[in-house]
């Protein structure tokens, strides 16, 4: 698996974590972010590149800070 993968697949394990600590399914989360359910699902499974824009709105819709998406993700 190559970093990028790998990289994709923490992040989106981190948006699943926190959501899932928050109890609020993909729908849920998808509606406060104003994104697709699918782009949610797509990159809880890590098979998307998030924008941006993306990842503030999913930040913004989780309460939490940009950081923390990404706590605990190495790039070696």
Do not use: V
Request: one cysteine or more; hydrophobic letters at 35%.
């Amino acid at each position: 698996m190559s970093k990028h993968n790998i990289l994709r697949a923490d992040f989106g394990k981190n948006i699943r974590r926190i959501r899932e600590c928050k109890n609020l399914t993909q729908e849920q989360l998808a509606e406060l972010s104003e994104l697709h359910p699918t782009y949610i699902s797509s990159m809880e499974r890590g098979k998307r590149n998030p924008t941006l824009i993306s990842i503030y709105k999913i930040a913004t819709a989780l309460e939490c800070s940009i950081p923390t998406l990404f706590n605990g993700i190495r790039i070696a």
